[in-house]
C-alpha cells in the first residue's frame, strides 16, 4: 500500500509541477504586454496566482493536518506541545501588557501615518517585544548547547 502511494503522490506532484512551469512559462512569454493589458493579465496572470495560491493552501492544510495527526498518535508529543505552545501564550502576553498604546511619531515629533494612538500601536508594539522574546531564548538555547557540548565527557 505505501508503494502504491508513494507511485501516486510521485506522479501528482510531478503533474503540478509541469502545471506550475506551463503557467509560468505563459506569463514569461506575455513580456512587457502583460504588464499594461488588463485582458492579457486576465487571462494569463490569474490562473498563474490562483494555482499558486490553491498550492499553497493544499500544502499548509497537508503539513498541519500531518503534524496534528503525529502529535494525536503521540501523546507525549501532545503533551510537550500543548507546553510550548501555552508557554509562547504567556511571553505574548507579558509582551502585550508591557507593550505601549502611544502615538509612533517620527524625529520631528509628528505622528506617521496609521501611527495613531490605540489598539493597532499596542498590537505592533506587542509582537515587536514578543519577537525579542523569541530571539533571546534562541539565543539562550543555542548558546546552552554550545557551553553544555564544551564540558560534555566523550
Do not use: C
Request: no cysteine; hydrophobic share 55%; glycine share 12%.
Amino acid at each position: 500500500m505505501t508503494n502504491k502511494f508513494y507511485t501516486i503522490a510521485k506522479y501528482g506532484a510531478a503533474a503540478l509541477g509541469i502545471i506550475g512551469i506551463i503557467l509560468l512559462v505563459r506569463v514569461i512569454m506575455g513580456g512587457e504586454a502583460v504588464e499594461t493589458d488588463a485582458e492579457l493579465q486576465t487571462s494569463v496572470v490569474d490562473p498563474f496566482v490562483s494555482f499558486t495560491i490553491v498550492m499553497l493552501v493544499v500544502t499548509t492544510v497537508l503539513a498541519v493536518g500531518f503534524s496534528l495527526l503525529g502529535l494525536l498518535k503521540n501523546g507525549a508529543a501532545l503533551k510537550k506541545a500543548l507546553l510550548s505552545v501555552g508557554l509562547l501564550a504567556v511571553f505574548f502576553i507579558i509582551a502585550y501588557s508591557v507593550s505601549s498604546d502611544g502615538e509612533v511619531t517620527n524625529k520631528f515629533g509628528q505622528v506617521i501615518e496609521f501611527g495613531e494612538k490605540g489598539s493597532i500601536s499596542k498590537n505592533a508594539g506587542a509582537l515587536i517585544i514578543f519577537s525579542y522574546f523569541l530571539g533571546a531564548i534562541g539565543l539562550a538555547s543555542v548558546l546552552w548547547g554550545s557551553v553544555k557540548d564544551m564540558f560534555a565527557k566523550n
